[in-house]
């Protein structure tokens, strides 16, 4: 019974998860004369489909399209690689360091992430002139690099290691990268997962931070085109929203279901730093 | 998780690097992994890779990437373009900015050696096939249609090894003789010696120099025999002593912008920054969001250039646009470079003039004498662009929503519509009369045609004069709004407007339209809108100019505001609208309504500027105005909405 | 903690703060740095004169009856969206627990509907909701709320159950044994286990929550109706009416805010951070 009606409310929420985006792909093979959108009274279908693939077509011999979608992976992609070691390492860091500073640190840590990025748009936007990286992806990655989100979620991530855990395998080794590789991190894999997947996401739509931070268009990720409040619905929107997000879905779908597949390994192996 | 273990300490070195590197300063500008060619503009720096990458590098050292340049044979920079002679024998011309270069096949059987590009003209230090000797050609940089050698009286155009030009300077270098002249193109565009040549033995590139007590010097470099040297000529008598700016071991090349004279290394892979100590760092001054471009002007702004440059040789005016509004306001409020004179196209642009000024942005132009001057000349036209006793901005143009009027229609409806000083309730009385004739004949004529806007001039006309953006008031709450407004939705209803569409026009009594004063023909007749009460001004779609209080050039800004509505400037023809029409307006003295143009002038006197402001309007066209018309909300309830949303907007 | 563990602890500490502090300097200096310059602004009049004029600008807008109702229906749309979240997760993930679906297949599916682009989102509830800059206070929220919910939801799930799926099998059916019932086995025993998952879980919705305003913009423009107006939108228009000195007040009162809500929040214990390494 429980598990009936446990199915029955997943399903149901899995409707609601699905429609728009069915919806979505509905739209994106369907007539590009989609001006309605943009009409004062907007409605879901206002048209006969006709079916037509021409809108993906459009875009994928768009040059423009395709710059900046190399982009949105170069930004994307090279900040991730940054973000989680410095992720990982500042928060073991303020985890292991017990002191007043630290919680602070850390409330600092949390405070930036929740505030809007339009309060230091300003500051930002000079720091990189003054600093001369403006119009670099360098000045972008960099930012992302050290963004709150992946230093506080390795924080929290970090407090979920069971106490006696840690102490069984500080008494076989005083060696912190053997402790973070082999004992710590194993038991946040999954979490870690996750958090690399946020912050993957996170870099991904970003809008103000490339628009402050690169001036040319031959720069900008693709978000900036598809993702904006001042873009334009029109025909390829659709298209271009579901060409942007697809290829990063089944990337994180590999990289999810690898994760979760491997065997569980919560379990502290103790016996695996004598081996190292 | 093993690799990112492995990242972290290369990682740690390459963030500190970069730190190092953003931070530290370092006479090397530009270092590459393969041989570039580089040149010179006022504007930019520009590079271009023996792989073809091409970069070019503002007054700020940002760099951003241009188009590929494949073959590149020589190279040479003016204001904002890069001009390129290929291997293949064509010219290309790059833009900044622009996402393609322009090629034009090189027709002129020339050996170049070497290209100077000045303002539409390229000098090039060439020998024509057959002959050994190097001449200097003035050429077309559009391909080489057509050159000839320059012929200057007291010079010899013969045996020429390097050349260089800069600020309407050309100096050129004979190793064979050691001559050395400087020629000016300042007066005289075929050129003039300034001195008589000298002889200066030993030499390899030479570049203008700066101005050393009313003498005009020459940079230069040894030839490679002897340890090189920056030398400093004086053109007058030929003196040769060191430059005493500090110099890197190998080099070569010579080129120059306002702020420093740049140098290659001998591999060419590292390009050396010498500073030169001017007055000034930064001199580029920036016609942001401009309507036209510098590179090529129309009458009016090729004039207010000329005007500039005469004041201001050293300052070289670009171009540039800009469309997301946060970036225009990010870049102002920085004072970042590139954000000295701003136009506003005040009915699509997402900040009106008015907020700019407001939150203190715009400089007063009151406070420079030299646009005092000039404005004064047009005081009664720029009103609408004065606010609180300060000028906010200069003119571009000013285009009223005129009316005009079918006599015909008069004549046959047996009205008479009343050419000024009328009020709306006078325009809904006609109202009744067409509304009777209508009925009566079964016609179906309209008293007006609407369609030059998403809202009605009759709502326009309110909106401009009694939103006060300013000081952040609306008056929507009027009983007598509320009146005319239900007036103004019974004609509506009985089928007396013709709104947003062009179908049947022929049938309307009344038709606005924004008119540009060229087209103030004959056969159509113009009169003036009714107005709410006396001293309503006319809406009008507004073009200006005006200057950013953080912008380190405000002086040079302001002189260029002042060229731009200078007699000269204004008085020049145009062809999308004839600006003279500022002047002469103004110049018109009395409020006589004298045939088209004088209405045309009367209310080119008294208009308002037609701010967008936000939201506070969209709503209306988009939301409010249909609602209203379809009886959905009362005239009543629309004027309270539009009062508690202009709140909203305005005291924010 | 033992004697010879701690003395390992203090040098694995050590060893991680010579790599960790220069990542912490970074970040003060790209992110704290501009708010520090931010803090200036606040005391200047604006960007132009720069001339310093204390704490006028605050009182000034703290006085401003839009900032205060910014303010207010920042904080509740936030709270709605995010405990809407957290409950849709804390059940979806119970259904989870009652094995009745492979949780691991579908996660991905799960997080699709953040990387979506709002634009493209936002055109189908524009459509259902037919929102409008004068979508009134209950509607308004509601769409948005179900917005949020579709789009973030998900990921509050995925955090939960990457936290469940660590508590071992045992503890479940020792509780079992003794007699306790799903629901109050996954409440009573599940729930308590994963509390730093449901932290992170919770920064994790309130940092999307603070990010609504694209979504709302593009639902109900640059003004919406006065109760759906948040800190977000007087931000953004004034950064674009070149007002940083507002902008400035109003992030640093965000700060001062969110600092007080947490420290009075971390006294009572209900959102203490605790560090257990």
């Known amino acids: 019974m429980a598990k009936r009606i446990s199915r029955g409310i997943f399903l149901f929420y899995l409707l609601f998860l699905l429609l728009p985006v ?19 009274q907007a409605s879901l279908f206002k048209y006969l489909p006709a079916f037509t693939f021409n809108q993906f077509q459009a875009l994928f011999q768009d040059r423009h399209f395709l710059q900046q979608y190399a982009n949105s992976l170069k930004i994307s992609s090279l900040s991730l690689l940054v973000q989680i070691p410095v992720a990982v390492v500042a928060g073991f860091f303020l985890s292991s360091w017990k002191s007043r500073f630290s919680t602070r640190i850390v409330t600092i840590y949390f405070i930036m992430l929740l505030l809007p990025f339009q309060a230091i748009m300003l500051p930002v936007y000079q720091l990189s002139l003054a600093t001369k990286t403006y119009n670099t992806h360098t000045a972008l990655i960099l930012f992302n690099a050290f963004t709150p989100l992946g230093t506080a979620a390795m924080y929290l991530l970090f407090g979920t290691i069971e106490k006696e855990h840690l102490e069984a395998a500080l008494l076989e080794t005083s060696s912190s990268v053997k402790l973070l590789y082999y004992v710590l991190l194993p038991q946040i894999r999954t979490g870690l997962a996750a958090i690399a997947v946020l912050l993957f996401v996170d870099t991904w739509n970003q809008v103000e931070q490339p628009l402050m931070l690169l001036s040319d268009s031959r720069l900008m990720p693709l978000s900036l085109t598809l993702n904006d409040i001042y873009s334009v619905s029109d025909g390829k929107t659709f298209a271009g929203a579901l060409s942007y997000s697809l290829p990063i879905i089944i990337l994180h779908i590999i990289f999810l279901i690898s994760i979760l597949n491997k065997k569980k390994s919560s379990r502290i192996n103790v016996h695996v730093l004598y081996n190292h | 998780m093993k690799l990112y273990m492995r990242l972290i300490k290369p990682l740690l070195i390459i963030c500190s690097l970069l730190l190092v590197a953003t931070s530290a300063k370092s006479e090397t500008y530009v270092k590459s992994k393969n041989r570039m060619m580089y040149a010179v503009s006022n504007s930019y720096i520009w590079t271009v890779g023996e792989d073809g990458k091409t970069y070019y590098y503002d007054s700020q050292k940002v760099k951003t990437m241009a188009p590929d340049i494949s073959d590149a044979k020589r190279v040479s920079a003016y204001s904002n373009s890069l001009y390129c002679v290929t291997q293949q024998g064509e010219i290309l011309i790059v ?237 102002v409020m920085a004072g970042a470079p590139g954000y000295d004179v701003i136009t506003v196209q005040e009915n699509w642009t997402n900040i009106p003039s008015i907020l700019m000024f407001k939150a203190g942005a715009l400089e007063n132009l009151y406070d420079y004498e030299c646009v005092k001057e000039k404005a004064d000349k047009i005081s009664d036209i720029i009103t ?66 609407d369609n030059q806007d998403v809202l009605p001039y009759f709502l326009k006309m309110y909106n401009d004069n009694y939103v006060d953006a300013y000081n952040g008031t609306a008056a929507y709450n009027s009983e007598e709004f509320v009146r005319l407004l239900e007036k103004w939705v019974e004609i509506c209803k009985d089928n007396l407007v013709l709104f947003r569409t062009d179908d049947g026009s022929n049938n309307a009594l009344l038709h606005v339209k924004r008119l540009p004063y060229e087209e103030t023909r004959e056969d159509i007749t113009l009169l003036l809108p009714p107005v709410f009460e006396e001293g309503n001004r006319y809406p009008a779609r507004i073009a200006s100019i005006c200057l950013n209080s953080n912008s380190p050039m405000k002086e040079e800004g302001a002189y260029f505001l002042s060229c731009w509505i200078s007699e000269e400037a204004l008085s020049s023809y145009v062809t999308i609208s004839n600006n003279g029409y500022l002047l002469n307006s103004a110049a018109v003295s009395s409020n006589a309504l004298e045939g088209n143009q004088g209405v045309w002038q009367y209310m080119l006197k008294h208009t308002v500027n037609d701010y967008y402001i936000g939201d506070l309007y969209k709503d209306q066209w988009q939301t409010l105005y249909p609602q209203l018309i379809n009886g959905k909300i009362t005239p009543l309830q629309y004027a309270q909405t539009c009062q508690r949303r202009a709140e909203m907007v305005l005291g924010e | 903690m033992k004697g010879k563990a701690a003395d390992a602890l203090s040098g694995v500490r050590k ?78 993930c119970f259904c989870f627990e009652c094995k009745g679906i492979k949780a691991n297949s579908i996660l991905a599916l799960l997080v699709l509907p953040m990387m979506l682009p709002s634009i ?77 998952h449901i932290s992170l879980a919770l920064v994790v919705l309130l940092m999307f929550a603070l990010r609504l305003y694209k979504e709302s913009y593009l639902l109900f423009g640059e003004y919406p109706d006065e109760s759906l107006y948040m800190i977000q939108h007087y931000m953004s228009n004034h950064f674009i009416r070149m007002n940083s000195q507002n902008v400035s007040v109003a992030s640093v009162s965000f700060i001062a805010i969110s600092l007080t809500l947490y420290y009075l929040l971390s006294r009572a214990g209900s959102l203490r951070l605790n560090r257990k390494v």
Not at chain 2, 403 to 428: A, C, H, K, N, Y
Not at chain 3, 156 to 166: M, P, Q, T
């Open chain 1, 22 to 40: 069915l919806w979505l792909v509905w739209n994106s093979v369907t007539s590009a004369d989609n001006t309605w959108v943009e009409s004062e």
């Open chain 2, 95 to 331: 833009t900044a900015g622009s996402e393609e270069a322009t090629h034009y096949p090189i027709t002129a059987d020339l050996d170049i050696r070497q290209i100077e590009a000045a303002d539409g003209i390229l000098y090039i230090l060439a020998a024509e096939q057959g002959s050994t000797g190097f001449q200097v050609y003035a050429a077309d940089p559009y391909g080489i249609r057509f050159y000839f050698p320059l012929s200057i009286d007291g010079w010899e155009n013969s045996n020429i090894s390097s050349i260089a030009y800069y600020n309407g300077y050309l100096c050129a270098y004979s190793s064979e003789n050691g001559n050395l002249a400087l020629i000016s193109f300042l007066e005289d565009t075929n050129g003039k010696l300034v001195y008589p040549t000298v002889t200066v033995d030993d030499l390899q590139y030479v570049q203008v120099g700066e101005t050393a007590g009313d003498i005009i010097h020459i940079y230069a470099l040894n030839d490679p025999s002897k340890q090189i040297q920056l030398w400093d000529i004086n053109a007058l008598t030929g003196e040769k002593i060191s430059a005493g700016l500090p110099f890197p071991e190998n080099a070569m090349g010579l080129r120059r912008n306002s702020n420093a004279l740049f140098v290659l290394s001998n591999e060419g892979k590292e390009l050396y920054e010498i500073p030169i100590h001017t007055q000034n760092e930064s001199r580029t001054l920036t016609l942001k969001n401009f309507i036209g471009e510098v590179s090529s002007p129309d009458p009016r702004l090729k004039i207010a250039m000329e005007l500039f440059y005469q004041k201001y040789p050293d300052v070289e005016l670009v171009s540039d646009f800009i469309t997301d509004v946060r970036v225009l306001s990010a870049g």
């Open chain 2, 384 to 449: 609408p662009l004065v606010i609180d006793g300060q000028l906010v901005s200069v003119p571009n143009t000013i285009i009223p929503f005129t009316w005009s009027i079918d006599t015909e229609l008069e004549q046959r409806l047996d009205i008479s519509v009343p050419r000024d000083g009328w009020s709306w309730d006078m325009f809904f009385d006609l109202a009744a009369k067409i509304k009777e004739y209508n009925e009566t004949n079964k016609t179906n004529y309209y008293l007006i045609h």
């Open chain 3, 15 to 92: 060893k991680a703060s010579v790599i960790g502090l220069p990542f912490i300097v970074i970040f003060l200096g790209i992110y704290v740095m501009p708010m520090a310059a931010s803090l200036l602004y606040s005391m200047q009049d604006n960007r132009f004169s720069k001339s310093f004029v204390g704490i006028k600008n605050y009182l000034n807008i703290w006085q401003n009856r839009l900032f205060l109702h910014a303010l207010s229906n920042t904080f509740i749309i936030s709270m709605i969206c995010v405990i809407a979240s957290m409950l849709t997760a804390v059940l979806i």
């Open chain 3, 120 to 196: 493209a989102v936002t055109t189908i509830w524009k459509a259902v909701f037919q929102t409008s800059s004068f979508t009134g206070r209950q509607e308004g929220i509601f769409a948005l709320t179900l917005l949020f919910l579709w789009k973030y939801s998900g990921t509050a799930i995925v955090l939960l159950y990457l936290g469940l799926r660590n508590i071992p099998e045992e503890i479940r059916e020792a509780a079992q044994i003794d007699g306790a019932g799903a629901v109050r086995i996954y409440l009573q025993i599940s729930i308590p286990i994963i509390k730093m």
